[in-house]
């Protein structure tokens, strides 16, 4: 774990802590909202992909398993890579840019297999977005450690039950 005690110093007032935990408690679980909102808009927006790009069930069923399979092989990494990198802000930042660059590319692919690398290629950024965040937030708050988690997890699942909702009536708009 990296240990910076000049920092500890800096940010050990009882005023400062609880300051800095309520943005984290705040900033992370919107993070996560955003961060995995289009993962679940892949879900309901797949009938509407398929239609447009003239896919059958077996693509759109491999697009979900390129998304979902080539995501899960970054949280073992972003999680080591999240323990030996001091500054895990920068880090948190290009995950979410990764994801926001990864998906709108593929908003705009012309071809399955584009669409699927891109798929892919977005939900590494995702993936990785989850090991280091949560690293981040336990660290802070040791003591809360569970609790932390269950908020940073509200985000989440926030993302994407508020995507469902917003997915239906757009989908349904247009």
């Known amino acids: ?5 000049a920092l500890e ?3 050990s007032s009882p005023g400062h802590r609880k300051k800095s935990n309520r943005f984290m408690l705040f900033t992370f679980p919107l993070g996560h909202l955003v961060n995995d909102w289009p993962g679940a808009a892949l879900w309901l927006l797949a009938p509407a992909i ?3 790009m003239d896919l059958n069930s077996v693509e759109v069923g491999l697009l979900i398993t390129i998304h979902a399979s080539v995501a899960s092989l970054a949280y073992f990494p972003a999680g080591l890579v999240g323990d030996f990198i001091r500054d895990r802000g920068l880090l948190l930042t290009l995950t979410f840019w990764w994801v926001a660059i990864g998906y709108f590319l593929a908003a705009s692919s012309p071809d399955f297999w584009t669409l699927a690398i891109l798929l892919g290629f977005a939900g590494l950024g995702d993936a990785a977005w989850h090991p280091i965040a949560t690293g981040i937030m336990v660290e802070q708050m040791p003591g809360r450690r569970a609790q932390v988690l269950g908020i940073h997890a509200l985000g989440g699942n926030a993302g994407g039950s508020g995507c469902a909702t917003f997915c239906g009536f757009s989908v349904g708009l247009f």
């Open 50 to 52: 398929a239609i447009s």
């Open 9 to 11: 110093a800096k940010t």
């Open 1 to 5: 774990m990296n240990h910076d005690p």
